[in-house]
């Protein structure tokens, strides 16, 4: 199957610093997808992308959908604590009920 | 409040029993999905529904079964054959009307079998 590849695995940060992360794919995507999960809990859809070039902002949050439609960024700016989490990204191939392609995720450590 | 529900939230099961957990969602979609979850690694999928009676396979179907009778549930069976069952499950669904890729996950369930 598709494989996204998410790095970096995990980052550790000070409170106020600002994050990238970014998911990588050798197909190309219709609709990028941003979640983060807390540990023991459902994914939470943090933004949603659907056309290339698209930058969109969610609060603190910033995604945009590569030009190619091959990757994918998040940026947080001024990190807080309750920051902390895992973050994921996910590819659809296609509109619709196409499947989601999830990648390993980036685990966040915000130190206060 | 619209949401997706999942219970119960952990379980335990000896080795060679099956165990049925519940997903159930108030949000009107039409697609149920089943995600298995083991540390550090992504989302698995493990089936999928996109209307009532019928389901496909994901890309971990062996040793689960499903059912999808009514809109509002899709409960995931994992039977004796799984080799490795002890994991998190996570139910999601989506609706084409808000452009079919968003998923929105319940609160998942922790399965330990022993």
């Known amino acids: 199957g598709q494989q996204l590849n998410q790095s970096p695995q995990s980052m550790f940060i000070q409170e106020g610093e600002d994050v990238s992360m970014n998911c990588t794919s050798s197909?190309?995507?219709?609709?990028w997808l941003w979640y983060k999960q807390d540990p023991g809990e459902g994914p939470v859809l943090l933004i949603a992308?659907?056309?290339?070039?698209e930058l969109t902002s969610n609060g603190r949050l910033t995604a945009q959908f590569g030009i190619t439609r091959k990757d994918s960024f998040l940026n947080i700016s001024a990190s807080i604590p309750s920051d902390v989490g895992i973050y994921f990204c996910?590819?659809?191939?296609?509109?619709?009920?196409?499947?989601?392609?999830f990648g390993k995720g980036t685990m966040l450590l915000v130190s206060p | 409040d619209g949401g997706i529900t999942q219970s119960p939230k952990y379980l335990f099961r000896k080795e060679g029993q099956n165990v049925t957990l519940s997903c159930e969602q108030n949000l009107n979609h039409d697609a149920m999905y089943w995600y298995r979850q083991d540390p550090g690694q992504g989302l698995r999928l493990i089936y999928y529904s996109q209307i009532v009676n019928d389901f496909q396979k994901g890309d971990i179907a062996e040793g689960y079964s499903v059912s999808r009778e009514k809109k509002e549930s899709f409960p995931l069976t994992v039977t004796s054959a799984q080799k490795n069952p002890t994991a998190f499950y996570l139910c999601?669904?989506?609706?084409?009307?808000?452009?079919?890729?968003?998923?929105?996950f319940g609160p998942g369930t922790r399965l330990t079998v022993t």
């Open positions: 992308l659907y056309k290339a070039g």
């Open positions: 999601a669904s989506s609706s084409q009307r808000a452009g079919g890729g968003e998923q929105y």
């Open positions: 996910a590819g659809q191939l296609d509109s619709g009920y196409s499947t989601l392609t």
């Open positions: 197909s190309i995507f219709n609709t």
